[in-house]
C-alpha cells in the first residue's frame, strides 16, 4: 500500500472497502478578506486587506484543515503578518465546502488587528481533466 500521503502532501485512505472510506484531495482555497479596525502609533484608524491562497489540506479527524500565512496590505508604510490555521471543512448540500478562519495579526507599528473571514468555496486546482487550455 505505501504511506498514506500523494506527492502534494495530501493525507489519503487507501483501503477503498472500509466502510465509509475518508479521503482528502489535494486542494486549495482562495480568500480575500479585510480585517477589523484599529488606530496605529499616531492614533490613524484603518484596517488591511487579506488575499490570498491557502495551503493544501491537512487531515483533521475525519476532515480537513488548512494553513493559512499571508502578509496584509500596505497602510502608511506598515503591514502585518497572518499565521493561522481554518477551522474543519463546513460542507454544503452540493458536496462542496468552505472554511472558517479567525485569529489576530502580527503586531505592528504599535498595534495588531483581529479578522474573521470564510475561504472561497471552489477548488482552485480543481481543473476538469477535459478542458485542453
Same mark, same amino acid.
Given at each position: 500500500?505505501?504511506?498514506?500521503? %500523494? %506527492?502534494?502532501?495530501?493525507?489519503?485512505?487507501?483501503?477503498? +472497502?472500509?466502510?465509509?472510506?475518508?479521503?482528502?484531495?489535494c486542494h486549495?482555497?482562495?480568500?480575500?478578506?479585510?480585517?477589523?479596525?484599529?488606530?496605529?502609533?499616531?492614533?490613524?484608524? +484603518?484596517?488591511?486587506?487579506?488575499?490570498?491562497?491557502?495551503g493544501p489540506?491537512?487531515?483533521?479527524?475525519?476532515?480537513?484543515?488548512?494553513?493559512?500565512?499571508?502578509?496584509?496590505?500596505?497602510?502608511?508604510?506598515?503591514?502585518?503578518?497572518?499565521?493561522?490555521?481554518?477551522?474543519?471543512?463546513?460542507?454544503?448540500?452540493?458536496?462542496?465546502?468552505? +472554511?472558517?478562519?479567525?485569529?489576530?495579526?502580527?503586531?505592528? *507599528?504599535?498595534?495588531? +488587528?483581529?479578522?474573521?473571514?470564510?475561504?472561497?468555496?471552489? *477548488?482552485?486546482? %480543481?481543473?476538469?481533466?477535459?478542458?485542453?487550455?
Open positions: 500500500m505505501g504511506n498514506n500521503y %500523494n %506527492n502534494c502532501g495530501c493525507y489519503r485512505k487507501e483501503n477503498k +472497502h472500509e466502510e465509509k472510506a475518508y479521503k482528502v484531495k486549495n482555497h482562495e480568500f480575500e478578506a479585510s480585517t477589523d479596525f484599529e488606530k496605529d502609533d499616531e492614533g490613524r484608524i +484603518h484596517n488591511h486587506r487579506i488575499a490570498g491562497v491557502t489540506a491537512i487531515k483533521y479527524g475525519k476532515t480537513h484543515v488548512h494553513k493559512v500565512n499571508e502578509l496584509t496590505d500596505t497602510f502608511d508604510d506598515h503591514f502585518h503578518g497572518i499565521c493561522e490555521t481554518t477551522g474543519p471543512a463546513i460542507y454544503l448540500p452540493s458536496g462542496k465546502h468552505f +472554511h472558517v478562519i479567525s485569529g489576530s495579526t502580527t503586531v505592528s *507599528d504599535g498595534h495588531k +488587528h483581529d479578522f474573521y473571514f470564510i475561504t472561497q468555496v471552489e *477548488d482552485v486546482t %480543481n481543473v476538469p481533466e477535459d478542458d485542453k487550455c
